[in-house]
């Protein structure tokens, strides 16, 4: 029998997790029984929420110190109880930061078959990439000329809202960390200009950049920057509130801008949890598919070699420094 | 040739409006030039939104210390330069704090003939009711058994967006400042119950008025009731933005809820303008028009008698006293 190598939480970060949060430990091969399937891990996605759950305030759950850590996976059925899966299947599941695991038939998904590359379900054909099309999309409805503002602009969910918005022709503004990836951002996803956040005041950026306000905001990022671009918002804006990045290393929560703000521009904002549109997403799937082999749609994923990276490559992602969707390749 | 007596602005007030923040002076009686109408005074309405037009923070404009206020009248036509309008006619126009006042003919409207009670142009069926129609009917759409929280339950807006939901099937749970608005709000207006937000513990009456969560709030204050409620809310809430009682006599803004609470819960919030709803105003008030006759709609109104009583009763508004919608009888 083979080892399953498995990722835990080994205690609680109060601020910036490190690597030495984390434990790589032996762990028992798993079963499995009737109706179920054991799956090998063969991609990991990375993701922001996952601090939230070891802070134990996310609603899909906590991770304690020695639990496995959880993740969404692609993985391969390597055994089948289970009537709709053969071995060999590609499926998308919440394996978790581990070689092995064992799911219930009706928990997990086969990857579509005009999936070429299968990390991308991960991505931005997975849960960021429906993300990113139900809020800007299906939520924000752009229309062209909006002007639209993407934080973490090259990130899983942000660089696929903000090619979504290409699309719909919307005139396009990223926020990132580093010069590098708004470099990336303008001359590789196509968007019309993009803020380093760390480089001057970004109030007075967005002034130039959008002399006749934002029309949507998709936010990724929370605290000081939705109250600086809510300031700038024009009449009939939609803001998406979909993730927090400002507050997840932070034991407090952020206060959100002064509704005024949004009393003034008539906003319509809208709470997103991507949960919610599991019904839709062959829509999304398929759009995007699409999108891919015209080329309107550039995937980036930033991909950590074998499971003993993880750890490294999730305090990376949440100091920002990943050039695109953070994945592993287990 | 009559006296035009008029209420000015005589300095602004740094926190509660009193009456000597005002004066009462005898102005230049108006002359209908072309194309004018010269109108005398019949109601006047007061309005929270005043509070920030004396601070210069309002978008319609502000007033300065040695200004005419300005705030909705319905006037009658004494002199007519325009063919639209006969003397006689009852219009509604913003005639301001005075007894004369001098328009032009496309920016003022006849008060339609199915308002039996012209004061009622000013609130249940004028921009009060607007208001609450466009916030509620419009923008929150209420199903029956939405649990709807309306703060200022009795006010002009609130009164009239909690009778509303009513008649929608809601549960309706009002919050006003004293036990005698409750009561009213119960007894008089239909409410299933109504929290006097100065006793006891606002979350706690909500976590047992609420078990299942807020669907829908209506917010007319800000501040932490806006916090108290949103952390409240039902999954697929919507929220009203539309007053902030909470600022008006505060120099500083308070911030909004954290985020992560209207993401929790899927909650789209609407920023309302009313005056985005006046191409909609003759559905607002053939809808009202027809609740009233048939006893679903009661009015309330708070009435003032003369010009001379204005500032008081406006002071009265600010300080939470009135018992309907504030309108001064000229």
Redesign the interface.
């Known amino acids: 029998m083979k080892d399953n190598m498995q990722v835990q939480l080994a205690s609680t970060p109060e601020s910036q997790p490190l690597p030495e949060h984390f434990s790589l430990v032996k762990g028992d091969m798993p079963q499995a029984g009737e109706n179920q399937v054991l799956c090998e891990t063969m991609y990991l996605s990375l993701d922001p929420y996952m601090r939230s759950q070891i802070a134990g305030r996310h609603?899909s759950g906590s991770v304690n110190p020695g639990d496995v850590m959880r993740g969404e996976t692609v993985s391969k059925v390597i055994e089948s109880n289970h009537a709709n899966f053969n071995v060999g299947d590609v499926v998308r599941c919440f394996g978790g930061w581990q070689n092995y695991s064992v799911h219930d038939g009706d928990t997990i998904f086969k990857v579509k078959k005009e999936i070429d590359n299968p990390s991308y379900a991960l991505s931005a054909l997975g849960m960021p990439g429906l993300t990113a099309y139900a809020g800007m999309v299906w939520q924000a409805q752009p229309k062209a000329g909006d002007v639209v503002v993407i934080p973490a602009a090259i990130g899983g969910v942000g660089s696929v809202a903000g090619q979504l918005a290409k699309i719909y022709g919307c005139t396009v503004i990223g926020i990132a960390g580093t010069d590098e990836k708004c470099d990336y951002a303008v001359k590789n996803l196509g968007y019309d200009a993009c803020i380093n956040r760390k480089k001057g005041d970004l109030g007075e950026q967005l002034d130039k950049l959008c002399p006749n306000g934002v029309d949507i905001f998709f936010?990724l990022v929370?605290g000081d920057m939705?109250n600086t671009v809510s300031e700038r918002l024009a009449v009939g804006a939609r803001v998406i509130?979909?993730g927090?990045m400002a507050?997840y290393n932070k034991t407090t929560?952020?206060?959100?801008?002064?509704?005024?703000m949004?009393?003034?521009?008539?906003?319509?904002?809208?709470?997103?949890?991507v949960y919610?549109f599991e019904p839709r997403r062959d829509e999304f799937v398929d759009a995007c598919v699409k999108y891919i082999k015209e080329g309107k749609l550039i995937v980036r994923e930033d991909v950590a070699q074998g499971l003993e990276a993880a750890p490294d490559a999730f305090c990376r992602l949440m100091r920002g420094e990943n050039m695109g969707k953070a994945v592993v390749k287990i």
């Not at 929560?253 to 002064?258: A, C, E, I, Q, Y």
């Open positions: 609603m936010d929370g939705l509130l979909c927090l507050d929560r952020s206060m959100g801008p002064p509704p005024a949004w009393i003034k521009a008539r906003a319509i904002v809208y709470g997103l949890v919610d």
